[in-house]
Antibody, heavy 121, light 106 residues
Framework: EVQLVQSGADVKNPGESLRISCKGSGYSFPRYWISWVRQVPGRGLEWMGRIDPDDSDTNYSPSFQGHVTMSTDKSITTAYLQWSSLKASDTAIYYC??????????????WGQGTVVTVSS | SYELTQPPSVSVSPGQAASITCSGDKLGDRYASWYQQKPGQSPVVVIYQDMRRPSGIPERFSGSNSGNTATLTISGTQAMDEADYYCQAWASGTVVFGGGTKLTVL
């Protein structure tokens, strides 16, 4: 059974750093891209970018480029989303999602349960 | 940047058909997918590649995509179909989501 299990909720102060995780299981982790999707409470889905776990190639949305960093560790089948300096506007639910194929044009066939990030002083 | 436009809300009576549209420039030239999201849950794909249904998705869900508009149709809508629905496509190597449509079954 394919599963994406994300790390738990976190509360941070503005300016702090944070790394959240997404552990894949039940499939060959390097073979499928992983995307991260943001959802501000009460709002829609925003694509942040994707990473190829096989070679760590990334493609960021212009809206998030330079503010977050995506990475993976194939040895523990885990993808990461990292901030070096959080802002209050980063408060949201963050989902990881698996691409159905490693090709542009594909859809997301499995999603993590979401990680709630709260940034508040 | 590429944009996908959805109506904020659609209402339907139980048993009737519901249609949710997604508009974008030449959207019919690219694949459209649809996701259902219920409160407190992660999104679930209900239609991909314009009209394909994943296993486990009821046959009452169908999709089409032509010209500038993709459409998700739910025939015989049930109370359990009440949710937010998002369309998704690719443009210039990036993923784009529509703003979402809240489907109310009343």
């Amino acid at each position: 059974e394919v599963q994406l299990v994300q790390s738990g909720a976190d509360v941070k102060n503005p300016g702090e750093s944070l790394r959240i995780s997404c552990k894949g299981s039940g499939y060959s982790f390097p073979r499928y891209w992983i995307s991260w999707v943001r959802q501000v409470p009460g709002r829609g889905l925003e694509w942040m970018g994707r990473i190829d776990p096989d070679d760590s190639d990334t493609n960021y949305s212009p809206s998030f480029q330079g503010h977050v960093t995506m990475s993976t560790d194939k040895s523990i089948t885990t993808a990461y989303l990292q901030w070096s300096s959080l802002k209050a506007s980063d408060t949201a639910i963050y989902y990881c999602a698996r691409h159905a194929t490693t090709a542009v044009g594909t859809h997301f066939d499995f999603w993590g349960q979401g990680t709630v990030v709260t940034v508040s002083s | 940047s590429y944009e996908l436009t959805q109506p904020p809300s659609v209402s339907v009576s139980p048993g009737q058909a519901a249609s949710i549209t997604c508009s974008g420039d030449k959207l019919g030239d690219r694949y459209a997918s649809w996701y259902q999201q219920k409160p407190g849950q992660s999104p679930v794909v209900v239609i991909y590649q314009d009209m394909r249904r994943p296993s486990g998705i009821p046959e009452r869900f169908s999709g089409s995509n032509s010209g500038n508009t993709a459409t998700l149709t739910i025939s015989g809508t049930q109370a359990m179909d009440e949710a937010d629905y998002y369309c998704q496509a690719w443009a210039s190597g990036t993923v784009v989501f529509g703003g979402g449509t809240k489907l109310t079954v009343l």
